[in-house]
DNA sequence: AATGATTCGGAGTGTTCGCTCCGATTCTAG
DNA sequence: CTAGAATCGGAGCGAACACTCCGAATCATT
């Protein structure tokens, strides 16, 4: 539940706080891990902490709304590559690039896992948009022949979910082309 | 510094209650997370919280000690695969057990990195013995031809890291499977 | 412009948790 | 067995932090 019903249509101040409150969260989580105080974060928006509260009336809440802004990202990348790149190069492209961009995401489904909420059901829409997103890469990179036939979407998120954890342990770029070769047909 | 200087030999009492701590501390922080209080950790181990502190002068000196003990008992592993199975068996069989024995790993190396402590240099000579012990795995297995002779030990160190991290995701089984299959010779 | 409703801000509250202190207890040397 | 030293236990301290409350400020409507 991150607010997701707008009984009301929201003012227009209160719209605006709500969105600063939402970037800055962003930007603090990334930089200073999920366990950075809700202070920080209401001082980085420019806004008192009883703001962030009325918005996302928990923290984890809060976690839940930054994390679901990412995915809702990705997703949106991953339907723009759909349209423009080859089947091959979308579903490898795709997938590096949501490693790169994936140590807040870790960090914040890590957080939630720790106060005993399942990220998978917490992102809700916004997980299964991706998921969904995803499985249409994978299905026309192996339509094209690009990917092994017997690779299942679950595997790929598995896959995806490791290596977005590996990132900066060193050789992670080699690494990821030698997954890539293990989804590469023989 | 975990204690590592015993400028004293350590009285019995002192030596057992600290082995009983250590042990409640792997148990907690397996089941609750990192998170877990220390004085659950006294509880658990039966004692009280100002002898969890004298040994651990701190809750990161306990993550510490608790993760070093980790690596010990891997790297024991690895060298037993060492001496009893064949190269290509040794590697994989041992890269499977890690992954599966992964989850505790994580979330301490991962607590630590939220207080500002570098994992690898905080886990010392443990660390470095691990390492050791898979590059011996890794250099047999490519001899006999069980993996590809252009991997490094870089690269499967962050892939290791990366496929912990997947463990429970859902189809992990098979992707580590594909996994192997990148770091097979075609 | 004025009024009523909504939202804001930040001081304050209650709680959790890491850590300390010291009297009581347990161990070891002679 | 006894004295002296090392260790133990757990009540208590202080800081950090999620969250609340309410007077002040801001917005929408007539």
Known sequence: MTAATPG????????RNRAKVLEAAGAVFAERGPSASTEEVARR??????????HFPTKEALLEAVLVALLEDHAREARARIEHDDPGAAFFGFFTRVVERAATK??????????????????????????????????????????????????????????????????????????FDGLRPR
């Open 8 to 15: 009301r249509p929201l003012r227009a101040d209160a719209a």
């Open 45 to 54: 928006a420019g806004v008192g902490a009883g703001t962030v509260f009325r």
């Open 106 to 179: 870790n960090a914040l489904s890590g957080a939630l896992a720790d106060a005993g909420i399942d990220p998978r059901q917490a992102t809700g829409e916004a997980g299964a948009a991706l998921k969904r997103a995803l499985g249409t890469l994978l299905e026309r990179a192996q339509a094209a022949g690009a990917v092994r036939a017997d690779v299942t979407l679950a595997e790929v998120l598995a896959l995806l979910a490791g290596m977005s954890h590996a990132a900066g342990h060193g050789g992670d770029g080699r690494a990821l082309e030698i997954v």
